[in-house]
């Protein structure tokens, strides 16, 4: 099984604070945009957000050795 890759990079069109973030492995890419405001959210918070929806939207789970201490309970 090949390792996933994670990108993250500021994303100026986003508005200020904007990030964009693209999660791949051999079964798919799943992108994610985060746009800046007065609170947003930590990284590792849309990491979580971006695992769980790459696994449903690939059916794979190999996304999870990128945010080991991701929860059960933000799986299901």
Same mark, same amino acid.
């Not at 069109?13 to 930590?42: D, I, Q, W, Y």
């Given at each position: 099984?090949?390792?996933?890759? /994670?990108?993250?990079? %500021? +994303?100026? !069109?986003?508005?200020? !604070?904007?990030?964009?973030?693209?999660?791949?492995?051999?079964?798919? &890419? *799943?992108?994610?945009?985060? /746009?800046?405001?007065? =609170?947003? /959210?930590? +990284?590792?918070? @849309?990491? +979580? #957000?971006? #695992? @769980? =929806?790459? %696994? =449903?939207?690939?059916?794979?789970?190999?996304?999870?050795?990128?945010?080991? !201490? #991701? *929860?059960?309970?933000?799986? &299901?």
């Amino acid at each position: 099984m090949a390792q996933p890759s /994670l990108f993250v990079r %500021d +994303d100026p !069109g986003l508005g200020p !604070g904007g990030k964009r973030f693209v999660l791949s492995c051999e079964h798919g &890419a *799943t992108s994610a945009a985060l /746009l800046g405001g007065r =609170r947003a /959210l930590p +990284d590792l918070v @849309v990491l +979580d #957000i971006l #695992i @769980v =929806r790459h %696994d =449903r939207l690939s059916g794979c789970r190999c996304s999870h050795d990128l945010r080991p !201490g #991701i *929860t059960e309970a933000a799986r &299901a």
